[in-house]
């Protein structure tokens, strides 16, 4: 399809995509659905383990056979290169979008081939990934800064979604960055969800209810929120917290929780949406411990729901949450400082500082952000040119 009244085909490339992962499979479905809005044709190539082809409201969603990549808890990724690239010959996208800076960054020289103009959407930081992974400081900056510089001259442009997630490409002088932020659901994440029953079934009456909603990975430093909890059981304060999501760290957090008779429960993944919500909104505090979160798609939908958090200094959240929450040094006994700083806030003035900071980032804007840096129409179709394209 070519670049006509009647939209743009912008075809999507992503790994590390599962039923039960986080925020880019919501970030993946909220765009996709605001293509489809603005009159555009996405589709949305991701591994899984068998070939299917659907329509859904995010558009078209092809996946492809990936292995699973060992040590990740089930994230496969798209290897067949040939396969992919017969899809694309097939599909013959206006646009190329890729979510993925490791395996699919060949996908860059194929759309300079093909005449496509191509996007690489920057959803972590490489630098700080291999620092969690154990590289020491310069050898990260060193490979991060080649593969980075691979990447930037691959594609045409480099989408990052914070000025933070920036900075490792304006460190090698990349021309081609656009900043294009991500957004949150305001309606199914909203302080209205907050439910007496639901934190009654977490803590009782005069406990303090942490939450944390992440997966389970190396990178997440979910650990941290343990720390937290147990430095502020020392110090005194009745805190209880909740964990959702799941991942490869999962069972060593059990076993942690078990040895150290901590007051804190695994729910794994939680499939329902408003279930979640309802989870967040009723909590106290939410932890986001991760130190190389580029946006914290979790974190915006606690506040979202009223709930303050408590965020790594190192991440790109300090200037996400803003004084809707606290920033924290990587350690426990920081995190306990952070959290007992928002507890000392006004819970009236904390719910609502929440709620109004969240409301900066609706999906509205940031589908407008993406399609302008596809220098594509932001615009809903007329009536009368959807009748024309369906005839």
Known sequence: MSATATGLR????????????GGLRTALRHLGEG???????????????????RWTSQGRVI???????????????????????RLLAELRPDRLEVSDRSTLRWTGDWARRH????????????????????????????LADRLNSRTAQAYTTVACTTEWAAAEFRRIGARTLVRTPLGVDLTACHPGLRSRAVRARYAERGEVLLVM?????????????LDTLAE?????????LVIAGDGPLRERLAARVRAERLPAVL??????????????????????????ETFGLAALEALACGTPVAVSRSSALPAIVGPAGSVAADDGPAFADAVQDLLARPERTRR????????????????????????????????????????
């Not at 798209?78 to 396969?83: E, G, H, M, V, Y």
């Not at 909603?213 to 929120?225: D, F, I, M, T």
Request: proline share 9%.
């Open 267 to 292: 729910l794994g993944h939680l499939a329902g949406r408003e279930e979640l919500s309802a989870l967040l909104a009723s909590a106290d505090v939410a932890v986001a411990p991760g130190p190389v």
């Open 35 to 53: 293509y489809a809005v603005a009159g555009h044709h996405p589709v949305l190539i991701v591994p899984g383990p068998r070939r299917e082809d």
């Open 115 to 142: 005449g496509v103009p191509s996007m690489m959407v920057s959803h972590e930081s490489l630098d700080g990934l291999l620092r969690t992974w154990g590289l020491p400081e310069r050898r990260a900056r060193a």
């Open 213 to 225: 909603c992440s997966r389970l990975s190396v990178e997440k430093c979910p650990e941290r929120a």
């Open 63 to 85: 996946t492809l056979p990936g292995p699973v990549l060992p040590g990740t808890g089930g994230y496969r990724v798209l290897l067949d290169r040939p396969a992919l690239a």
């Open 352 to 391: 609502a500082t929440a709620r109004d900071r969240a409301e900066r980032y609706g999906w509205p804007q940031a589908v407008a952000a993406f399609l302008t840096a596809h220098r594509a129409s932001t615009a809903a179709p007329a009536a009368s040119a959807v009748r024309r394209a369906a005839a």
């Open 232 to 240: 502020l059981r020392r110090r005194g304060v009745p805190a209880r």
């Open 10 to 21: 912008i075809v999507r490339l992503a790994n590390f995509v599962t039923p039960s992962s």
